[in-house]
């Protein structure tokens, strides 16, 4: 069974970082790519960024390009959301998730997901 389990969420001041992380488990996942998608209370899931297993190509949403950096730890199965110069439309529900293949900015195509992390940033 394929487990992601996110964590670092949390309330930052704007301007602040957080790091997010994304543990997988329950198989190998040298040919799947992680996205990372975001959710604001009223609004529309949307894609922030991605990177893929193995090869270490990112690709981010012009939002958020400049700002956060996706990277990985094969050893330890995780992935990593560096977030920084956070904004207060930053604030989301942020969440990671996997499928095969390419990134895609579309959150329906993937095929697993985590349980979401909580993110405030106040102005």
Do not use: H
């Amino acid at each position: 069974q394929v487990r992601l389990v996110e964590s670092g969420g949390g309330l930052v001041q704007a301007g602040g970082s957080l790091r997010l992380s994304c543990a997988a488990s329950g198989r190998t996942f040298n040919s799947y790519v992680m996205g990372w998608f975001r959710q604001a209370p009223g609004k529309e899931r949307e894609f922030v960024g991605g990177i893929t297993w193995s090869g270490g190509s990112t690709y981010y949403a012009d939002s958020v390009k400049g700002r956060f950096t996706s990277s990985r730890d094969n050893a330890k199965n995780t992935v990593y959301l560096q977030m920084n110069s956070l904004k207060p439309e930053d604030t989301a529900v942020y969440y990671c998730a996997s499928k095969r293949g390419l990134i895609a900015t579309n959150w329906n195509v993937y095929d697993y997901w985590g349980q979401g992390t909580q993110v405030t940033v106040s102005s």
